[in-house]
């Protein structure tokens, strides 16, 4: 095996990109709507979200986002950076700037960092933890839920509170219309993509990472009220009835 695909090669931490505020959404869990740039097919910026929970004063960042000095400030205000969680093989590419600030925990799903797609390209980053259903999580309640078809590693995380809460991936969406981070290109693409669909399953993950449709119509089996997706609007109540028309039809 050729030394670049054993060995992280260290390249320079993506940049702060426009961001939003961190607001609480339930006793403990907090929520930033932030952004990220593509360069393929087109260069386009859209939207992505990073949950933040805490607990007994330390913080575990899911689907990290790269924030701002102030939106870092504001983070340090809630408490200390103690893990990161990473629940698609598709995001991660600021987990090496968590790792870096805070010297955080890095759990990820056993997907390389690659840039991009390319799973075969040489990875940037190497997680500290890899994540599988059996592993002890940071989270109090929390159950991790991979899926094993997916061709590049992926897992949702689910919260036993709140009757129920399913931190999501690029598995389940919900950008019923492209908000503020979505540059013009991005509007335009992803809506002729399929992207800009309330409850949607991601169309992009689908193509690319197709998991077997049994994997995720499986969540059904699951109650949960609430979805905390990585792109899309929060859902806050009925979101199995909201999401259930959507993973019936795969
Ligand atoms: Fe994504």
């Not at 340090?76 to 805070?102: C, I, N, Q, T, W």
């Not at 197709?210 to 949960?224: G, M, Q, T, V």
Request: with cysteine; hydrophobic share 45%.
């Amino acid at each position: 095996m050729p030394e670049a695909r054993t060995t992280a090669a260290r390249r320079a931490m993506p940049e702060a990109l426009p961001h939003g505020d961190i607001a609480e959404l339930l006793p403990g869990i907090h929520f930033v709507t932030g952004s990220i740039r593509m360069t393929a097919p087109l260069p386009t910026r859209f939207s992505r979200n990073m949950t933040i929970l805490r607990q007994d004063g330390a913080l575990v960042l899911i689907n990290s986002v790269r924030l701002d000095e102030p939106g870092l400030r504001a983070l340090d205000a809630l408490g200390e950076v103690k893990h990161v969680l990473r629940m698609a093989g598709f995001h991660g590419s600021d987990d090496p700037f968590y790792k870096d600030r805070y010297g955080a925990t890095i759990w990820s799903v056993d997907a390389p960092y690659v840039p991009g797609f390319d799973a075969g390209a040489p990875p940037y980053f190497t997680a500290d933890e890899i994540l599988t259903e059996t592993t002890e999580l940071p989270i109090q309640g929390a159950r991790l839920i991979p899926f094993h078809s997916a061709r590049t590693a992926e897992a949702m995380l689910f919260l036993d509170r709140d009757g129920g809460i399913l931190v999501s991936g690029d598995c389940l969406q919900n950008w019923a219309r492209p908000d503020r981070f979505f540059s013009l290109p991005a509007r335009l693409m992803m809506r002729a993509m399929g992207f800009i669909r309330p409850y949607n399953v991601g169309p992009g993950w689908l193509k690319i990472a197709k998991p077997d449709p049994a994997e995720i119509k499986a969540l059904l089996d699951l109650d949960f009220e609430h979805v905390l997706p990585a792109h899309g609007a929060l859902v806050i109540g009925n979101a199995k009835a909201l999401y259930t028309p959507r993973i019936a039809a795969l």
